[in-house]
């Protein structure tokens, strides 16, 4: 539903970065500041991502690095 947001995290636990690729219905945004692709996510960290959905887009964020 438009104005619905999702957050979730994901955890490399890999000795090696990873990229994560997000699949919808409607294409996922992300902004300039990750190169208009999902942030990798480095190794032994883990990624906090929020996606947030206006009119027909899929709007993505992230917070990156974590130690979990």
């Known amino acids: 539903a438009d104005g619905q947001s999702l957050t979730m995290y994901v955890e490399n636990t890999d000795s090696s970065s990873h990229s994560a690729t997000f699949v919808s219905g ?4 992300w902004g300039a500041e990750y190169g208009n692709t999902a942030p990798a996510i480095a190794a032994d960290k883990t990624n906090l991502y929020t996606f947030v959905r206006i009119n027909t887009g899929i709007f993505a964020s992230a917070v990156t690095g974590y130690v979990y």
């Open 26 to 29: 409607s294409a996922v945004v």
